[in-house]
């Protein structure tokens, strides 16, 4: 596609649910990161792919954060059991390859009610 | 560890005047990239200036041009002829391997 997709572009859920983001990446970016911004804050890195593999997974904050991307194209970021301290905007990003420059989607506002 | 440090939280300027955001960084690497990202309130992260280390010229985007001090590790950016879109909050990165933020500043824009 011609931008980043990420759906949905908000999600309210009860806390304790689970719920999924998707991330369509431009097609042929082998690179794609996963980060979050809380209200007024700045930019948390999640995780990073390259192709479906995940070389840096560092900033995932709990085992009830997890992520996996398929065929090189899409990728999923998967909250278990929710908590309201996980409300924030989740934005993805791609790139042909790391370093070159990060095409944004426009995030999922997540709210845990 | 890197870190990126934007010590102005917010920024007011004069349409038609110019404004300089103010960036360091701490990396122990030679090689890197520092970008300048826009994010208006509809949260859209937009790429502004893109610069890699190894490169002594500075880049420039239209109005939009940096200052950019390796040995100080000092990454400013420029915004001349400032205009009412212009009114964003603006993140400095560092990229090696992946991009890391700093905490943003709030330039406001005055008519």
């Known amino acids: 596609g011609a931008g980043v997709s990420q759906s949905p572009s908000n999600k309210v859920t009860e806390k304790g649910k689970d719920v999924e983001l998707r991330c369509d990446p431009i097609s042929g970016h082998t690179a794609l990161y996963w980060y979050r911004q809380s209200l007024g804050q700045g930019l948390e890195f999640l995780i990073y792919?390259?192709?479906?593999?995940?070389?840096?997974k560092s900033g995932l904050p709990s085992d009830r954060f997890s992520a996996e991307r398929t065929g090189g194209s899409v990728s999923t970021l998967t909250i278990q059991r929710t908590q309201q301290e996980d409300s924030a905007v989740y934005l993805c990003?791609?790139?042909?390859?790391?370093?070159?420059?990060?095409?944004f989607g426009s995030g999922t506002r997540l709210t845990v009610v | 560890a890197q870190t990126v440090t934007q010590s102005q939280p917010e920024m007011s300027v004069q349409e038609a005047e110019t404004v300089t955001l103010s960036c360091t960084y701490d990396t122990s690497e030679s090689d890197y990239y520092l970008f300048w990202y826009k994010q208006p309130p509809s949260r859209q992260m937009i790429l502004v200036i893109r610069q890699e280390a190894y490169k002594q010229q500075n880049a420039t985007e239209n109005r939009f041009s940096v200052n950019f001090q390796k040995a100080a590790k000092s990454f400013s950016l420029k915004i001349s002829d400032s205009q009412l879109g212009d009114a964003a909050m603006y993140f400095c990165?560092?990229?090696?391997?992946?991009?890391?933020f700093g905490a943003g500043t709030q330039v406001v824009v005055t008519p």
């Open positions: 792919f390259q192709g479906n593999s995940a070389p840096d």
């Open positions: 990003a791609s790139s042909p390859d790391k370093d070159y420059g990060y095409t």
């Open positions: 990165a560092y990229s090696w391997g992946k991009l890391q």
